[in-house]
């Protein structure tokens, strides 16, 4: 039976195929040193410093005190906390000895969505004919439009967060350097105040972006230039704005280290480890310094991170009542960019995040993303998370957490070992839980966990009681859709695996083999039961067969349904090949035609009817 010691390492795991793998004394050891143990320790104290409670619910408190509530007020508490304690997070101070708990009065559920179907997209692939070579928010704007009225009521859109504003620009989604600001290679650079003072100068730029779309393959960097000689040409004619100050003011002390860390990697790369000694912690004078002497460098990232907040407010706006704009939490946050920076006292940065070996990655994952380590997090009040999920929350009608896995347990990979050499960590999942119920509830968002891959049967329990979404694909599933739970995201492939066509074709199969892969068993037993699940005879086209896919998919009683944007335009290459780095484009191919050739096909419409439920969002 597995046990966990003090810290949070299990002591083994159980695999897809059941067979049992014990934690080694070495990898034991290595994850202790990353979350920075010493040896011998006995376990992180204190153990009471997070409590979960429920409004409605009389909880007995062990010693009188102060509870300090979110909004300002104070209660004194003496044998138990008031049942009425409005939702938040509220601090415990005792009367007899100095110490601080976190008392988190959360909702038990997440709110949930009414039956639904959408789009998934990635919106970088998304462009148009006025995008610079990107697709950008008013791409955002115009899908929602046309998706609303298609009868749409969700868009699942990739992350948005930003990356290092150095070159190259890091082209894949799940390895921002902030999940809490916005990419600004998403906006729409002519719908920027005071964009058209720039006249002709900003007709040339648009023209050179605009013949990017020429080539299927998204040239980032190329993009991040034309755009940054835009926008710094726009900032330098941008006059104050009462708008813009109050944007600084709410965001507060987060946006402007995150300003902070741009402005200091424009002059040193985006590797905050690799900078000037005196500028690796965002605490030492230096940092404010500089940040004094480059007020005008700090102020521009602000600026482009009030123009991206704007113009997605602005797409979900468009999409509120209809469509609602569901974002992706990515599971964690490159190990050199902002948000490692700002909370690199709580990260294990001698251990990756990844997954152990199992039938699709026999030889396991490494993300290359650090964890949090669990006691330090918790001494924190869970600020990056709390931060992480109200940013993403702040214009969005649902959320999707990728690898949900992570509330409950991370696998860890320590430097130095493969992936097949990693541990289990866990967390305190209740506590994560609430915080994700309370932040649904606040924002009137519904949740989405993508639970694939190595998921222990407790996890898909307690996500259900807390009314968190399972995710559902056809190509995992072996019963038929009709079968899926209700309270799920149901789909027929995502981002990491082969789209119809590209299955149906062999397209998909053919360029593992390029990449040197061996994925013909796996890859024909999917293909041998998709066609039995389609019933497919003779010469079924691909187009036939992508129709028939999602005639399937919307037999799932599942509250939500989504269909790829690839699909509606029968692309055969996946957006990302896991277990690829440059060996090819991952995420990096437009949509053929862009969002115009979308908006006329054929496909999307039929796929449109096929998915069509009884009650829209």
């Known amino acids: 039976m597995n046990g966990t010691d003090p810290w949070g390492v299990d002591d083994g795991y159980e695999d897809t195929g059941r067979h049992w793998h014990a934690t080694s004394p070495t990898t034991r050891r290595a994850i202790h040193a990353c979350m920075g143990v010493p040896e011998g320790a006995a376990g992180p104290e204190p153990h009471d410093a997070v409590r979960v409670v429920h409004p409605g619910v009389p909880v007995p408190w062990p010693e009188p005190g102060d509870l300090h509530l979110e909004d300002g007020g104070v209660v004194r508490v003496e044998q138990q906390l008031p049942p009425d304690l409005p939702w938040g997070y509220h601090e415990f101070r005792p009367s007899r000895r100095e110490a601080r708990t976190l008392v988190i009065a959360a909702p038990r559920e997440c709110l949930l969505p009414t039956r639904t179907w959408g789009w998934a997209v990635q919106l970088y692939a998304t462009r148009s004919r006025q995008s610079w070579g990107f697709g950008d928010l008013a791409d955002l704007r115009e899908l929602a439009q046309w998706s609303a ?93 009462d708008q813009l100050d109050r944007f600084c003011r709410d965001r507060g002390r987060p946006l402007e280290q995150f300003a902070t860390y741009c402005a200091l990697a424009a002059h040193f790369g985006g590797d905050w480890r690799l900078w000037p000694p005196q500028y690796r912690s965002p605490e030492h004078p230096a940092v404010g310094r500089f940040a004094h002497e480059h007020a005008g460098e700090v102020r521009y990232h602000q600026w482009l991170q009030w123009l991206a907040d704007r113009q997605l407010g602005v797409a979900a706006g468009v999409a509120a009542g209809v469509a609602a704009l569901v974002q992706d939490l990515p599971i964690g946050v490159d190990p050199g960019g902002a948000d490692a920076w700002v909370w690199q006292d709580l990260l294990a940065g001698d251990c990756s995040v990844g997954a152990p070996p199992d039938a699709f990655n026999p030889l396991g994952q490494n993300w290359m993303l650090p964890p949090l380590v669990p006691h330090k997090l918790r001494a924190a009040a869970y600020e990056p998370v709390v931060q992480t999920l109200r940013a993403l929350l702040r214009h969005a009608g649902g959320l999707r957490i990728d690898h949900v896995m992570g509330l409950f347990r991370l696998y860890w990979i320590p430097h130095g070992l493969g992936p097949a050499q990693g541990a289990y960590v866990r967390y305190r999942a209740e ?43 056809l190509w995992f599933e072996d019963q038929p859709p009709r079968r899926y739970p209700e309270l799920a995201m149901a789909a027929v492939t995502t981002h990491d695996l082969p789209t119809i066509a590209g299955l149906w074709g062999g397209e998909d199969l053919a360029a593992q083999r390029a990449l040197g892969f061996d994925p013909d068993e796996a890859m024909g037993r999917l293909r041998q039961r998709f066609s039995r699940a389609i019933q497919a005879q003779g010469e079924t086209s691909v187009a036939e067969a992508i129709e028939s896919a999602h005639r399937l998919l919307a037999e799932a009683p599942s509250l939500v349904l989504v269909a790829t944007l690839e699909d509606a335009l029968a692309v055969t290459e996946r957006p990302n090949m896991p277990g690829t780095t440059d060996q090819r484009p991952n995420w990096s191919l437009a949509l053929p035609g862009g969002r115009e050739a979308l908006q006329a096909a054929g496909l999307a419409r039929r796929i449109a009817r096929r998915l069509q439920r009884p009650n829209g969002f």
């Open 149 to 241: 009225e298609l009868g749409a009521g969700v868009i699942l859109v990739n992350p948005l967060g930003a990356v290092a504003p150095t070159l190259p620009q890091q082209a894949s989604p799940y390895y921002p350097s902030s999940r809490r600001f916005l990419n600004p290679l998403y906006l729409r650079v002519e719908e920027v105040p005071q964009a058209a003072e720039l006249g002709p100068e900003l007709e040339e730029l648009a023209a050179a972006g605009q013949a990017l779309n020429a080539e299927r393959r998204i040239d980032r960097d190329a993009v991040f230039r034309l755009k940054q000689a835009a926008l710094e040409r726009i900032f330098a004619v941008f006059s104050a704005d």
């Open 431 to 473: 506590e994560l839980l609430a915080i994700v119920a309370l932040e649904s509830r606040r924002a009137g968002a519904f949740v989405v966990g993508e639970d694939l891959g190595t998921v222990e049967p407790e996890v898909r329990r307690q996500l259900a009681a807390r009314r968190i979404l399972s995710f559902r694909l």
